[in-house]
């Protein structure tokens, strides 16, 4: 673990990990280009400039230096030798005053011009206005030779500093517009796979970039239209099946209506039973319709709970309302009353009389929990609950659809929200639904 920390640092994307690898590659160019310009160009370039200025050193120096009226010193002796403007010769106090400590010490020049004079010599380049080779030669260690290359000058080479620096810019450039012009597809996918899987089927993705891509793009376009098509058939045959039930149970209702006074007993039981149908029928079609854009606004969470408490007064007269001050929340009012109803559905179906709403408040968020006093679920069937058709175990019974828990979770869904089921622990279900103050956005 420790020795791969390194490997968070890494990009995860397609799109950063192929920046980076033309980055590396374009980068190990440049420096193999600049230090093979440096290496077969600018070093004999420098060798062959201290070989002459190492000729023009022995020259000084061949026949000797001579000391008479004229020339009372060695650097007096040595300057009047020299026939040009460029060289000029420094007693030590002289350089320092000229610059010389302000001259960089090469030692591979140094090396170099020790072999070419025969003895222990230092080379020393000023940078400036102008370019300066100091020489300290070994027939006279307490002077210094300076030259001036005013035909040569480092900033000279700056086109090709300059050259290596656009080229490898413009390379940078051009494979981050190569590996984002590749990753443009994949990001395409990506959203039109995250609003399919939200329910929302997009146009057709366009055929673009590699041959890979092109052909995962294809089959995604027709894995998309399959599933657009299996769902608005899924819808149909719901929406009919739904639709054709109510025929006969309206003429059963009817026939129910007219049956005579001594099977009253039997008219109530019948009636019972249709509603019943025609609840889990409404819960079919809420199930199959997939509203996955509901038009949200602002409401108060409270109002929503004292309207539905007030409704189960009736059914339930031992109902505890708890409410904290809530702000308004983004909502679907309609929705979440549904989600509200259910889940009071619930809790008077398999509860023991009793039943509680409350409010909570958060700094992000907003939620509210429905419990009752019923035998609970059991902890391993409770994230099973949530899908279609699933109903509690035995202890909860067997009654109705198996809809409603995912109608309840489509909805908190759809809203961003976050809705959980736990035992209490004095006995009894706690349903727990958070609603964001500021939805999330996908993606």
């Not at 029928?281 to 709970?305: C, G, H, M, S, T």
Request: glycine residues 6%.
């Amino acid at each position: 673990m420790m020795g791969k920390w390194w490997r968070q640092f890494l990009p995860r994307s397609a799109f950063s990990q192929i920046f980076l690898l033309i980055a590396c590659l374009l980068l190990i160019n440049q420096i193999v280009s600049y230090v093979t310009v440096a290496y077969y160009f600018i070093r004999p370039t420098y060798q062959q400039i201290n070989q002459l200025i190492a000729h023009q050193v022995n020259f000084l120096f061949y026949d000797g230096v001579e000391i008479d009226r004229d020339n009372l010193t060695v650097v007096d002796a040595l300057n009047s030798k020299i026939r040009q403007d460029d060289m000029q010769v420094y007693n030590l106090q002289q350089a320092k005053d000229s610059g010389v400590d302000r001259a960089r010490y090469y030692s591979t020049l140094s090396a170099q011009m020790s072999e070419y004079l025969g003895g222990d010599s230092e080379v020393r380049v000023e940078q400036g206005k102008h370019f300066f080779i100091w020489i300290r030669p070994p027939q006279e260690p307490n002077v210094w030779i300076r030259v001036t290359l005013s035909s040569f000058n480092e900033y000279e080479l700056s086109p090709l500093t300059l050259y290596l620096v656009v080229i490898g810019a413009l390379s940078v450039v051009g494979g981050w517009l190569f590996a984002r012009q590749q990753n443009r597809p994949l990001k395409s996918l990506e959203k039109a796979a995250i609003a399919v899987s939200s329910g929302n089927f997009p146009p057709p993705l366009p055929l673009k970039g590699s041959t890979e891509i092109i052909e995962v793009t294809n089959a995604f376009n027709q894995m998309s239209h399959s599933m657009h098509q299996l769902e608005q058939d899924r819808a149909l045959l719901m929406a009919g099946i739904s639709h054709d039930l109510r025929t006969p149970l309206t003429r059963i209702r009817l026939a129910s209506e007219m049956m005579v006074k001594e099977d009253e007993y039997l008219k109530e039981g019948i009636i019972n039973d249709i509603e019943d149908m025609d609840a889990i029928i409404d819960q079919f079609i809420a199930y199959i319709r997939r509203d996955q854009k509901p038009n949200l606004q602002p409401d108060q969470i409270n109002r929503i709970i004292q309207e539905v408490a007030q409704a189960e007064t009736t059914r339930c007269d031992n109902i505890e309302v708890t409410l904290v001050d809530c702000p308004e929340v983004p909502m679907a009012p309609i929705a979440i009353k549904r989600v509200v109803s259910n889940l009071v559905e619930n809790a008077l179906r398999y509860g023991n009389g009793w039943l509680r709403l409350s409010t909570q408040h958060l700094p992000d968020r907003v939620g509210f929990c429905v419990e009752d006093n019923g035998p609970g679920i059991d902890p391993g069937q409770i994230e099973t609950l949530f899908q279609p058709f699933t109903r509690g175990d035995t202890a909860r019974g067997s009654v109705g659809s198996g809809l409603g828990l995912a109608i309840i979770k489509r909805i908190v869904d759809i809203h961003k929200g976050k809705v959980v089921l736990t035992n209490r622990p004095e006995g009894g279900l706690r349903a727990q639904v958070w609603l964001m103050k500021k939805p999330r956005v996908n993606g």
